[in-house]
């Protein structure tokens, strides 16, 4: 008999005793012939296409074997709508194991490895998640359920479940019962592995209850062969039961070694599913010659329609030209789909040995001899060993032809890591309100007008205040600002800066494409930029932004768990860099900004923000008094800013002139629409808030908010943006919390003068101190109850309430470790070099990260740290874990998290030496000065302290450092000459 091609029945194999009479009524409801297929056999005989398909995979941990279901799924001619997963081992996200074209849906186990359950819905479909039936029982089961939602015929019911081995069978039994008996007129499909062998349900008391319960839910089993066999027994214990077997067209086992258990599927064709449209991609032609004909074209254009006085006509024809030849010279054409490719290495005699695999494999599941099987395993070990090393050199070959261009190299490690970001895809329908929306032109309308009206409505329901005058704190500045003539070369160095994206603003055009043709436009684009400062007018074409939504968190179905990316014009964020160098400029001269501003500023940075604020409470601890925090959080912060108010503060601040003229100019009469694919949506006005996705937006803001800290001359803060904290701190926490509540009082009302929104639910605060343990009290703004925290995430730090930084060190853990699986992963495929730059990139930013702030705490907390560095230098090196580690590191010429953390606050040391921080941390180090000691001017005095949370901080442990330094390195001209020494 020819294994490789013939159909698999049941006599075939030793699974059944012929001389065994089979459960005559266990499958009689079932009018489906479940049969064994082999990967070909799939491909050619079982029709999947507008039917509704299920596939079932054991996967025995998905990170493991991820590659191998999607390799399978990917070179498989048949789509299926549903992949159903088992024993995915995950643990927390989702995000490395998503499949393009699917939404993910899943139940991990609780606080224990293994088990967990996943369900991928083709994206076609609509479909939502059923919370209360899906559940993790410790110990018992994992389930996950959907419901896909149809308007012709009924509902289907989809649940994943896994069943833990040796656990008790009546539970997870009853838990199914109790969530499907009050389900009718639909159709219902339980998958999944439930560890309960169905072969001989008379033998089995555990299993013929099972049986009979899901037979009094009126569900059936269609798979009726064994799904797990090895050489000593072979069970049924992957199943598909359902209500609807009449309705089924073909079910079976798919024959393929991804894991220890067979795939199982089943094809319903009483629901008819449209097929999935192909989206036609348009793409340019952005060859070399083509962009060469394009600059060419560019270079002899007459641009005399330009040279005119409105800005508006000048930049639309310029526009408009430019658009012409890019039409012209850099075509556009439809991208077709192309067919499923194998994998570059694989050779045809690499395939042919795949195909002999499958068929030793099929005829070890026939035979189950101990000799099939040792004939199946040594040949797959084999297989899979060149299959490793043709894959190894394939990528080390494709590295070496690409290693002097970096982008191309990050798209070879990150193929290989499976680190390629999944297309984000909107839903085919929307939930608002009490209706549905599934028309696209409808969908994208609804974004549009959801995302434009957020400021707008947040700023109705905010408190009107007639008593309080806008920017009553601020001195006005006499001085005024002057916009300086642009050069050509000033747009150059500009447009140099920026980083190579492929992302397009509402003209079609991205910042690649005018960095390749800027000399060609240089003339007219410098003109066009000084007449908009000589008149005061931004041009309107500019103000019309391109936004797509991208989902947060929550239900992907629901508008408000979108957030808008903005894409602007790419001439609009040149002509803003111009004038946001010349408002630095004077920004700076004048002094406006307040030094407990942090965001958005030269020399300042989020480890600056938490350095001062940790300076604060650590120093109030170190005298046995305490510290009160707090956290503010404001809605869409962004989104309310009143153009009317940040334009008065703007002429107070002497912004005047036409540099008023044209920031309002830039503020006023801006509009957007949203795109989805190819659909865009009408376009919307946008009446309020500082641009999205703009260069100048940030900067206005913290204009906006400056004088927020003349409000209370009793507390201090710390900004960054909108991300404020307000303390005090004293000997007497109750009589601190009087001074607080009275004293955000004025700021409530500062906030809801300028319109800003605070959310009383997030906010928050924590009482730093060594001896107070009042749990009960309470903290209001204006009324309302803040909550009280023992730890905050902020600027990206979670802060606990004793500085020990165990919870922030705990998370830093955790991202490291995902990264060292990767390397694990990876190791096989990538050069030492290519995995130090993985390591340098996905490790290293996460320990620089204000390093300086945490660092420095009790190495019991920061040891383990250092181990898991100490483990992804091993891989790196392909090192035993029993070698020494300090050789590894100078071999890499790489630091260790100590000298991280010693290195990161000297330079910081270095900067302060210079004056080169904010003026806020400058005056925490002073310079010794004795008339005795010559390098005395080089040395800085250690503040007195008590306890190790002051020494830990920088001021202390910093001045340490620095002081034990040379005088030679101390004096280094230059950071670059600093950091080398």
């Not at 449209?274 to 270079?299: F, G, P, V």
């Not at 439809?334 to 695999?357: D, S, Y």
């Amino acid at each position: 008999m020819d294994i490789s091609t013939s159909t698999y029945e049941e006599l075939e194999y030793k699974i059944y005793d012929p001389g065994k009479e089979l459960e005559t009524n266990l499958y009689i409801h079932v009018n489906n012939k479940c049969e064994y297929f082999s990967e070909q056999e799939l491909s050619d005989s079982v029709l999947t296409e507008g039917t509704l398909s299920i596939i079932h995979f054991n996967s025995r941990s998905l990170y493991c074997n991820y590659s191998k279901i999607l390799d399978y799924l990917t070179q498989n001619k048949k789509h299926f709508q549903i992949i159903a997963i088992t024993e995915t081992w995950l643990k927390e996200g989702d995000e490395e194991v998503q499949i393009e074209g699917y939404e993910m849906y899943f139940m991990n186990r609780n606080n224990k490895r293994g088990g967990g359950v996943a369900l991928y819905v083709c994206h076609n479909l609509k479909s939502k998640v059923i919370h209360n039936m899906s559940t993790a029982i410790q110990d018992v089961m994992e389930m996950i359920t959907i419901e896909i939602i149809s308007e012709k015929t009924k509902n289907i019911i989809i649940s994943c479940i896994y069943r833990a081995p040796g656990s008790c069978v009546e539970p997870c039994t009853n838990t199914i019962t109790e969530m499907l008996s009050g389900i009718c007129n639909k159709d219902v499909f339980l998958c999944g592995d439930f560890n309960i062998d169905l072969e001989n349900v008379n033998n089995s008391k555990a299993a013929n209850d099972f049986i009979n319960s899901m037979h009094l839910l009126g569900l059936f089993p269609l798979i009726t062969k064994p799904t797990r066999i090895n050489a000593h027994s072979s069970t049924i214990i992957d199943n598909i039961f359902t209500n609807a077997s009449e309705g089924i067209e073909r079910s079976g086992i798919v024959m393929t070694d991804i894991s220890d258990h067979l795939p199982i599927f089943t094809v319903y064709k009483n629901h008819q599913i449209k097929n999935q449209q192909k989206m036609e991609k348009l793409i340019r032609d952005r060859s070399q010659n083509a962009i060469d004909a394009l600059k060419k074209e560019l270079e002899q254009q007459n641009w005399d329609e330009v040279y005119v006085d409105d800005v508006n006509l000048a930049y639309n024809s310029f526009i408009g030209i430019l658009c012409s030849q890019y039409d012209k010279n850099c075509k556009t054409k439809t991208l077709t789909e192309r067919g499923r490719m194998n994998k570059p290495w694989m050779t045809k005699g690499l395939l042919n040995a795949c195909k002999k695999k499958n068929t030793l494999y099929r005829c070890f599941l026939k035979l189950r001899t101990s000799e099939a099987e040792r004939k199946y395993k040594k040949y797959k070990n084999k297989l899979v060993s060149i299959i490793k090393r043709q894959k190894k050199e394939y990528y080390s070959k494709l590295l070496e032809d690409n290693k002097n261009n970096t982008r191309a190299t990050w798209g070879i490690i990150n193929n290989v890591i499976k680190r390629n970001k999944i297309a984000s895809t909107v839903p085919n329908y929307f939930e608002n309100g009490q209706s549905e929306i599934s028309d696209t032109s409808e969908i994208v309308n609804e974004f549009n007008n959801f995302f434009t009206n957020v400021g707008p409505d947040l700023a109705k329901n905010i408190p009107i205040r007639t008593n309080y005058s806008i920017g009553e704190n601020i001195k006005s500045n006499k001085n005024s600002i002057y916009l300086s003539p642009v050069t050509s070369d000033e747009i150059r160095n500009i447009i140099n800066k920026c980083t190579n994206k492929r992302s397009t603003d509402s003209d079609g055009l991205d910042i690649t494409l005018i960095k390749n043709i800027i000399e060609s436009i240089i003339h007219p684009l410098t003109y066009i930029c000084n007449l908009s400062f000589a008149t005061g007018t931004f041009p309107d074409r500019m103000k019309i932004a391109k936004v797509t939504p991208l989902h947060k968190c929550g239900d992907k179905h629901i508008f408000s768990n979108y957030r808008p990316i903005s894409l602007l014009s790419q001439f609009s964020k040149i002509l803003e860099k111009l004038y946001i160098a010349r408002l630095d400029r004077f920004l700076i001269k004048e002094e406006i900004l307040n030094d407990s501003q942090y965001g958005f500023r030269t020399n300042h940075s989020t480890s600056m923000a938490l350095m001062e604020l940790t300076e604060e409470i650590s120093e109030a601890i170190d005298k046995k008094t305490h510290l009160i925090s707090i956290f503010i959080d404001l809605k869409k912060a962004f989104d309310t800013v009143d153009h009317k108010i940040l334009i008065e503060k703007l002429s107070k601040y002497g912004v005047s002139g036409m540099a008023l003229k044209w920031i309002t100019s830039y503020l006023t009469e801006r509009q957007q629409y949203v795109q989805i694919n190819n659909t865009k949506s009408h376009i919307n006005n946008i009446t309020c808030g500082v641009p999205q996705g703009s260069v100048l937006g940030p900067k206005l803001f913290i204009i906006y908010i400056n004088d927020i800290v003349e409000v209370s001359n009793i507390l201090k803060c710390t900004l960054f943006a909108d991300d404020t904290t307000f303390y005090h701190s004293g000997d007497n926490v109750e009589q601190m919390i009087e001074v607080m509540q009275k004293e955000m009082k004025k700021i409530k009302l500062w906030f809801d003068v300028n319109k800003l929104s605070l959310n009383s639910e997030k906010s928050c605060f924590m009482i730093f101190s060594n001896t107070y343990s009042n749990d009960g009290i309470l903290l209001n703004i204006d009324e309302i109850n803040i909550k009280r925290v023992k730890e905050v995430k902020y600027l990206g730090v979670i802060i606990d309430e004793k500085m020990s930084w165990k919870q922030h060190i705990n998370s830093v853990k955790t991202k490291i470790s995902k990264t060292i699986a990767l390397l694990h992963r990876a190791k096989g495929l990538l050069d030492n070099k290519s995995l130090y730059l993985l390591y340098n990139s996905l490790i290293i930013p996460y320990l620089n990260y204000c390093i300086e702030i945490w660092g420095t705490t009790y190495k019991t907390y920061t040891n383990s740290i250092y181990i898991l560095q100490k483990k992804a230098i091993r891989i790196i090196t392909r090192s035993n874990y029993r070698d020494p580690s300090n050789p590894l590191f100078m071999e890499l010429k790489t630091l260790k998290f100590y000298d991280l953390v010693d290195y990161n606050i000297l330079k910081f040391m270095y900067n302060a030496n210079k004056r080169n921080v904010p003026a806020g941390l400058i005056k925490r180090f002073s310079k010794k000065h004795s008339k005795y000691d010559l390098k005395g001017h080089e040395v800085f005095n250690i503040p007195r302290y008590r306890l190790l949370v002051k020494e830990h901080c920088v001021s202390v442990y910093g001045v340490k450092l620095w002081n034990k330094l040379s005088t030679e390195i101390k004096n280094a001209k230059t950071i670059l000459t600093f950091k080398k020494r």
